[in-house]
């Protein structure tokens, strides 16, 4: 687990820049690929609030989670902050509801076109490794844990 986690740390920032998707206005025009940094940055310039709450979601909320949960597992933060580690979890679960009722209203109302990419799947994907990531060391017998960290 220790290095899934590890892993992630790479692997979220890569997701931000990654295309969720390609969205236009309609079927005869191009589409434009937003990830999570040009729409977070599209944000900023027409709804603060909004973009500091989204920006909070996908970038913070994750990425404190997956250092937190490092230190945990390499012994240099207690176990008692894994409750607050798994608020922050499902705190960055938030930003993918967001992003699917987006694609929802946008393919429900029929005037836009939207096509999802992979960074999605690999956004998804990380969330929900770092979600297993603290299941599995909130599992963990405390003892196992340093006997671990003394093999490697």
């Excluded at 393919?107 to 770092?130: M, N, P």
């Amino acid at each position: 687990m220790r290095w899934l986690n590890l892993s992630l740390l790479i692997l979220f920032p890569i997701a931000w820049f990654a295309p969720l998707m390609q969205a236009g206005l309609l079927p005869l025009f191009g589409l434009e690929q937003i990830s999570v940094i040009t729409g977070l940055q599209a944000l900023w310039s027409s709804d603060v609030i909004l973009a500091l709450v989204v920006t909070v979601f996908a970038l913070f909320a994750p990425y404190v989670k997956t250092i937190g949960l490092a230190l945990v597992h390499f012994g240099l933060a207690d176990r008692r902050l894994l409750p607050a580690l798994a608020v922050l979890g499902k705190l960055a679960m938030a930003d993918i509801f967001l992003i699917a009722l987006y694609i929802t209203v946008v393919k429900g109302i029929g005037v836009g076109r939207i096509e999802t990419q992979w960074g999605l799947y690999l956004f998804t994907v990380c969330i929900l490794a770092s979600i297993a990531c603290a299941i599995f060391t909130k599992r963990d017998d405390p003892t196992q844990i340093s006997r671990q960290i003394g093999k490697d």
